[in-house]
C-alpha cells in the first residue's frame, strides 16, 4: 500500500514504529523486532531508506516519544509528489483508478476471503 502511495523513493521519510516495549522482556521484544526486520515487506522498506523507532507506551516517554517522531519528520520533510497524486493530476485517473485504491481493494478482498476460510473451517 506505501509503495503504491509513495512508489520506489522517498523511503527516508518514512519512520517505522514499533510499540508496546515497555510491557514485554527485552529479550522477547528483541526476538520480534528481529522476525519483523526478516519480514520481506518491512525489510524492503528499509533498504529503500525507511528508519525505525521502538516507541514506549508509558505515559511519561510521551514528550521524548514524540519529539523523537516530530524530529525524525522535519528532518526529512522534503517535498515529493505521491503516486496517487501524479496518478490524479498529471495521469488524469479517476480515485478508483489509482494503484493505491486498487491495492486496498486487492488487501480487502484478500483479508475477506481469509476470514471466509477461517470461519469455514
Not at 525505525?52 to 522535519?74: F, Y
Request: charge should be neutral.
Amino acid at each position: 500500500m506505501l509503495k503504491s502511495l509513495y512508489g520506489d523513493y522517498k523511503m527516508e521519510n518514512l519512520l517505522l514504529c514499533t510499540t508496546m516495549w515497555d510491557q514485554m522482556k527485552q529479550e522477547d521484544g528483541d526476538a520480534r523486532l528481529k522476525k519483523l526486520c526478516e519480514n520481506p515487506a518491512w525489510k524492503e522498506l528499509v533498504s529503500k531508506g525507511a528508519s525505525s523507532d521502538s516507541i514506549s507506551c508509558v505515559r511519561s516517554n510521551a514528550v521524548s516519544n514524540a519529539e523523537r517522531i516530530v524530529g525524525h519528520l522535519m528532518e526529512n520533510s522534503q517535498r515529493m509528489e505521491l503516486v496517487i497524486e501524479d496518478e490524479l493530476i498529471n495521469k488524469v485517473r479517476r480515485m478508483e483508478e489509482t494503484s493505491a485504491v486498487q491495492n486496498f481493494n486487492d488487501l480487502l478482498r484478500h483479508g475477506i476471503s481469509r476470514c471466509l476460510k477461517f470461519f469455514k473451517r
